[in-house]
């Protein structure tokens, strides 16, 4: 800090004193102000007393006095007369209806249903007739009345009369005078109070008007609890308002007073006040003039507490944050996954077609999860001559699926070179997977394609079996003897047995994965039918034509009818035909 510069209470001070001072000068000209317009007002009144006046004294008798019927009706609030009932201890224990005004008639007939009261006539116990009555505070401002002889009120009181048509809810400001031997009940109605009460409390809102010319305060209901003061403190002026602002707010404190009292216009600021919690309210002022274009006489004021505000404001902030590195997060996940996919997924170059098959993929993956899955798929060319053929599916999502599933496909493509079965081969795979940990399990197909005899040889390690399509027809090859085995990772030790199948020329094979078929709480069996009607729907009655380029669009198509916003993992479909161009028949 420089040394120049005051420090912090130094400032504080400052501050204060300049917002002392603003409003001192604003007073200093209203008093000026009111001072010039009552030396005016005299020089007025001086002229009119330089005309000499008589008065005469009217020999006119006065008018008569109103009667007490007169009186009530010319009242403008509802008013009843009754005559209190006492016990013999003096208690007051009921009082009778005497007399009510014009108001309290057109009240009833305004608040109440038509018809909805029977008929006054005579004196008539007041709570016999509103029974609700003597439950509410009446019964001890009636005593109090009489007691004390002075007026009692205004009292909200809430009742309910019972009527034809329900029972209707009342809330009322009543008031009780004693009027010689009887009681006047007045009354007007309280919800319009009641409500702007509650009103400022839901939305933790209020209203005051200063008055510059001599500090006082003129407040709504609310100002209290708003400014977090006690329910008994005083009003504070607008010296006392700036003396519980923090530091960092008095300058805009300054700045709105500022503008309202000097360039007599409308203000926003929050400040934060002293105490406990760090309170903000947001203060929204204007002036308040005494004529147009004179000078500013009182400040009006909105305030609202925006604590909540804030810190819902503060929250969406933070969870805007969240979303924000979750999402960066996701797209370097999606992009370290897709380089690693682009590195293990094979492109088939040429290596199926030397064994006398054409091949095409189509991988899909699962957009809520970044496009991070454990599909995987392999065609390799051996040195014996055979085409080694695989897709698996690594359980989960993310980082730790791909990498299962390049960790298994790494290391079928090393040992397929021991030129050993397929079922020795998923064996070794299982045992590797055991390995990597509990949670590391992976469905596959592990496939050999023997071209000279055209002869398919496969596995089940817990995968869907593939599907041949044969003359127009899908069909779903049979299992191995035992029937499927577990999925890979699951039990050490566990063996496979192969199925063969014989391929013809323009024979297809389908291997896919479960996530194209799966449904949420769907059947396997009828997920498998949903693939052959897909896979047989897609021929349209014709064999694919010749040709890569035919067979990617078959592909295409039998995924485009089974995916969709279902899917929950991503879908792998690896199709296989044998051409006309093989070295060996069957």
């Given at each position: 800090m420089d040394a120049t510069s005051p420090a912090p209470d130094a400032r504080t001070h400052l501050a204060l004193q300049s917002i002392r001072e603003l409003l001192r000068a604003q007073r200093r000209r209203i008093?000026?102000?009111?001072?010039?317009?009552?030396e005016q007002a005299q020089e007025h009144?001086?002229?009119?007393?330089?005309?000499?006046?008589?008065?005469?004294?009217?020999?006119?008798?006065?008018?008569?006095?109103?009667?007490?019927?007169?009186?009530?009706?010319?009242?403008p609030v509802p008013a009843l007369l009754v005559a209190p009932l006492r016990d013999d201890d003096?208690?007051?224990?009921?009082?009778?209806?005497?007399?009510?005004?014009?108001?309290?008639?057109?009240?009833?007939?305004?608040?109440?249903?038509?018809?909805?009261?029977p008929r006054w006539q005579g004196p008539v116990s007041l709570f016999e007739r509103?029974?609700?009555?003597?439950?509410?505070?009446?019964?001890?401002?009636?005593a109090d009345a009489l007691r004390e002889r002075s007026p009692q009120g205004p009292t909200l009181i809430e009742w309910v009369v019972s009527t034809t048509g329900g029972p209707v809810r009342i809330n009322d400001q009543i008031r009780v005078a004693p009027c010689g031997e009887h009681l006047l009940i007045t009354w007007d109605r309280g919800h319009r109070v009641h409500m702007a009460a509650a009103a400022q409390q839901l939305v933790r809102t209020c209203w005051a008007e200063w008055n510059l010319g001599d500090g006082g305060v003129d407040p709504s209901r609310g100002f209290r609890r708003v400014l977090g003061l006690d329910s008994h403190a005083a009003f504070p002026t607008l010296s006392g308002l700036a003396a519980t602002v923090a530091p960092e707010s008095l300058p805009e404190l300054y700045r709105t007073l500022y503008d309202v009292i000097l360039r007599k216009r409308t203000s926003i600021c929050e400040l934060r006040l002293n105490g406990p919690g760090s309170?903000?309210?947001?203060?929204?002022?204007?002036?308040?003039?005494?004529?147009?274009?004179?000078?500013?006489w009182a400040l009006r004021a909105v305030l609202t507490d925006v604590n909540a505000e804030r810190r819902r404001r503060a929250s969406a902030e933070r969870a805007e944050r969240?979303?924000?590195?979750?999402?960066?997060?996701?797209?370097?996940?999606?992009?370290?996954?897709?380089?690693?996919?682009e590195a293990i997924l094979p492109h088939f170059q040429g290596e199926p077609a030397a064994s006398g098959l054409e091949a095409t993929a189509v991988y899909r993956p699962d957009a809520r999860e970044a496009g991070v899955g454990g599909d995987w798929y392999k065609a390799r060319r051996l040195p014996g001559g055979h085409l080694l053929v695989a897709l698996g599916d690594a359980r989960g999502h993310g980082l730790a699926a791909v990498t299962l599933m390049a960790k298994l496909r790494y290391a079928l493509a090393g040992l397929a070179y021991t030129e050993q079965s397929v079922e020795q081969l998923t064996q070794w795979l299982n045992e590797l997977a055991c390995a990597d940990g509990t949670e590391s399990t992976a469905t596959a197909i592990i496939a050999g394609y023997h071209p000279e005899r055209a002869l398919l040889r496969w596995t089940c390690a817990g995968h869907p079996r593939p599907v041949l399509v044969r003359d127009g027809t899908a069909r779903q090859l049979?299992?191995?003897?035992?029937?499927?085995?577990l999925p890979l990772g699951v039990l050490p030790g566990t063996t496979y047995t192969a199925e063969e199948?014989?391929?013809?020329?323009?024979?297809?094979?389908?291997?896919?994965?479960?996530?194209?078929?799966?449904?949420?709480?769907?059947?396997?069996?009828?997920?498998?039918?949903?693939f052959l009607d897909a896979a047989q729907r897609c021929l349209g009655g014709v064999t694919p034509g010749a040709g890569h380029e035919a067979l990617q669009e078959y592909a295409e198509r039998i995924v485009g009818e089974l995916d969709g916003p279902h899917r929950s993992d991503d879908a792998t479909l690896l199709v296989l035909r044998r051409t006309s161009t093989s070295p060996a028949a069957p």
């Open positions: 008093r000026k102000y009111a001072e010039s317009y009552q009144d001086h002229d009119h007393d330089t005309v000499e006046t008589t008065a005469v004294v009217s020999s006119t008798p006065l008018p008569p006095t109103p009667s007490g019927r007169e009186v009530l009706d010319a009242m003096g208690r007051v224990r009921d009082a009778l209806y005497v007399a009510q005004n014009a108001a309290s008639h057109t009240y009833a007939a305004d608040r109440l249903p038509h018809g909805g009261l509103f029974p609700s009555l003597a439950g509410t505070p009446l019964p001890g401002m009636l309170r903000v309210i947001r203060m929204t002022a204007e002036p308040v003039r005494i004529a147009p274009g004179s000078l500013v969240e979303a924000r590195r979750q999402r960066e997060r996701a797209e370097a996940v999606a992009e370290v996954a897709g380089v690693l996919r049979p299992d191995p003897d035992g029937g499927p085995g199948a014989h391929l013809r020329v323009d024979d297809i094979v389908l291997m896919y994965s479960d996530g194209l078929t799966e449904r949420r709480d769907s059947d396997p069996d009828l997920d498998t039918r949903r």
